[in-house]
């Protein structure tokens, strides 16, 4: 896959559409949209080697979800999780049968959704490397480790946590309300203190190296590295 960041979603209900994609894009994912079975297919095939997962609605004009799955599946393997109103136990089955990967029965919360995306996506895309290096840190992602120059520094969940974020968003300027909605969740009560308040502790621990965190002042941080 050349970009592993990209959902097709497929839902002929406008306000789900827009509930999804601003949701996902947030999540740190880029969203195409269609709106029928035809479009779907339009879009899957001028970028099928783009696409990384996708979320197909069932009940759908033009074509429906099944005939969308039954020709995708013709030329690609790309995990797909059926969006569906119909859950009885024969609907089940012939999701599997047709080829998906999984089903979510609407209505659904999106925070469900991003944990059903997130099992497919490690499922159908298992790390060959869980090292993952910027500059002088090392993290052992699989246990949830992280190194500065071969000296283990212990963090806690959510540092880790912000941590990995910040270096998958390298070079890029992160507002607190993005930082705070992907590494917390969309559905945290608390407020951007929270945020500033785990950067402070991160800098504390990466020590020497606490200056890849730049502050953008009014805005929020962006994760650079360069030398110390």
């Known amino acids: ?11 002929d209900e406008i306000r789900i559409q827009r ?8 999540n740190g994912y880029h969203i195409f949209l269609a709106s029928d079975g035809q479009n779907a297919l339009d879009i899957f095939f001028e970028h099928i080697n783009d696409i ?20 995708i599946r013709e ?29 979510l029965p ?32 090392t993290i052992i992602d699989d246990k949830r480790e992280l190194y500065i120059e071969d000296e283990k520094i212990d ?22 309300d993005i930082i705070l909605d992907s590494v ?5 009560d608390g407020d951007i203190r929270t945020v500033d308040t785990h950067v402070k502790q991160l800098r504390a621990k990466l020590n020497t190296y606490s200056s890849y965190i730049k502050t953008i002042h009014g805005i929020g941080y962006r994760f650079e590295v360069e030398n110390v």
């Not at 990384?52 to 020709?71: Q, S």
């Not at 917390?184 to 945290?188: L, S």
């Open 1 to 11: 896959m050349e970009n592993k960041k990209n959902i097709l979603v497929v839902d």
């Open 19 to 26: 509930m999804l994609k601003d949701f996902l894009e947030i």
């Open 52 to 71: 990384y997962l996708v979320l197909l609605d069932v009940m759908m004009p033009r074509k429906d979800g099944y005939a969308v799955l039954n020709e």
């Open 75 to 103: 030329y690609s393997q790309v995990p797909i999780i059926m969006l569906t109103a119909r859950s009885e136990e024969y609907d089940q089955i012939n999701y599997y049968s047709h080829g998906a990967d999984d089903f």
């Open 106 to 137: 609407k209505p659904f919360s999106p925070k469900l959704l991003l944990a059903h995306i997130d099992a497919v996506l490690k499922r159908c895309y298992p790390k060959e490397n869980p090292i993952i290096t910027a500059g002088s840190i």
């Open 155 to 176: 963090l806690s969940p959510k540092e880790y946590d912000l941590l990995c974020y910040f270096i998958h968003n390298i070079g890029l300027v992160l507002t607190r």
């Open 184 to 188: 917390w969740g969309h559905d945290y």
